[in-house]
């Protein structure tokens, strides 16, 4: 069956620094990868994504880079800041109409 | 509406009674997602509605646990004989088409305190 593995749980860096969270598949079949940030007492927000013909792409100081062969993906943040504490959680889909399957979560504090 | 909308947002019931959770997907988005989170938790999934196929009920619980989706837009969770172990925050996303490749929005939730 579907399994993501997401590493590390907690991750605190400080103001400035990069922070980098990695989530490894098992689904060779899974072609689109979400990552999603929760802020306390809200939903899941969908921040960036990427799909299996691509192998990085970046949005200001996010940027996700994918290994399909390795099987496994990786969100970058750059210049973090305060703002950026939450919990962060990866995504794997396969290429049918299938469930979203999620990492464990990684939560991120970014002190000043 | 802009987004995914869940109520209530909040729900406390007395152990054994039965609750009912709804949501409302975004306009024309045919694939509806159930997921639960405990306190601190990950996403548990419980169940997968897309357009008229059969749903995905593979992550539901127990019997106890039971979803509809009518006229292919609002969904309804209902839980019967709740007990202390389902509080947790229910959350429901949708998405365009459910296909690999489209992304997945999520309301805020319903947080349900059984006591």
């Known amino acids: 069956g579907e399994n993501v593995e997401q590493h590390p749980s907690t991750l605190s860096v400080q103001e400035g620094d990069s922070a980098v969270i990695k989530c490894t598949y098992s689904d060779s079949a899974s072609n689109y990868f979400p990552w999603y940030k929760q802020e306390l007492g809200k939903g899941p927000q969908l921040i960036i994504d990427i799909r299996s013909n691509v192998g990085e792409k970046k949005d200001q100081r996010i940027a996700v880079t994918l290994n399909k062969t390795a099987k496994h993906f990786s969100l970058h943040i750059t210049e973090t800041q305060p703002e950026d504490s939450a919990v962060y959680f990866c995504a794997e889909k396969d290429t049918g109409f299938q469930k979203l399957v999620f990492g464990t979560g990684t939560r991120l504090l970014v002190s000043p | 509406g802009a987004g995914v909308s869940q109520s209530p947002s909040n729900k406390v019931t007395e152990k054994g009674k039965d609750v009912e959770l709804r949501c409302d997907p975004i306009?024309?988005?045919?694939?509806l997602y159930w997921y639960r989170q405990s306190l601190g938790q990950g996403l548990e999934f419980l169940i997968y509605?897309?357009?008229?196929?059969?749903?995905?009920k593979s992550g539901l619980p127990s019997d106890r646990f039971s979803a509809e989706r009518t006229g292919g837009s609002v969904s309804t969770l209902t839980i019967q004989r709740t007990q202390q172990e389902d509080s947790a925050v229910y959350l429901c996303?949708?998405?365009?088409?459910?296909?690999?490749?489209?992304?997945?929005?999520f309301g805020q939730g319903t947080r349900l305190t059984v006591v």
């Open positions: 996303a949708s998405s365009p088409d459910g296909q690999g490749g489209t992304e997945a929005f």
């Open positions: 306009s024309g988005h045919t694939a």
């Open positions: 509605f897309q357009g008229n196929s059969a749903p995905d």
